[in-house]
């Protein structure tokens, strides 16, 4: 197991938040202003209390990044911009699927570096909806782990 990684307490979740906020910003530029502030009491009160949260920290104990799953599936994977690349996201996604059991998860049609990412992680797409889990008009690419990365 990777020594990283940990779980994650409630009075962490307005970190979590602010690292949400922060990767959307960098990463979901279809998202509009609006957009995001109305998703994130949502995320802050609503999706993080439901999850099983692991964050990926440095050595000194600070949080770079999280992933979040919920039934078998990984809801949530963000990571702070200035960490992205540097291992954290790959280690949270393998502690999920082999960890956590989660072997599903969607991600947007429109942020294809997520997309590149899971392909490379060793998940494939399965399906699409023209809506996102909000129902708004953000496509979705429904994807499932085909086994290890190459």
Known sequence: ??????KVDSSE?????????????????FLSEADIQDLKPKVLNDYLPL???RAYRDEQ????GFIGALNGKIEMLFIAPDSRGKGAG????????????????????????ALGFYQRMGFQVTGRSELDGQGNPFPLLHMKFAGAAP
């Not at 197991?1 to 940990?6: A, F, L, T, V, Y």
């Not at 990767?23 to 979901?28: C, F, G, L, Y």
């Open 1 to 6: 197991m990777n020594k990283n990684i940990s």
């Open 13 to 29: 979740f307005a970190l979590l938040t602010e690292i949400w906020e922060q990767s959307v910003r960098a990463t979901h530029d």
């Open 51 to 53: 999850m099983a949260l």
């Open 61 to 64: 104990g600070k949080i770079l």
């Open 90 to 113: 790959k280690a949270l996604i393998e502690y999920a699927v082999d960890i956590m059991a989660a072997h599903e998860l969607d991600v947007n049609e429109q942020n294809p570096q």
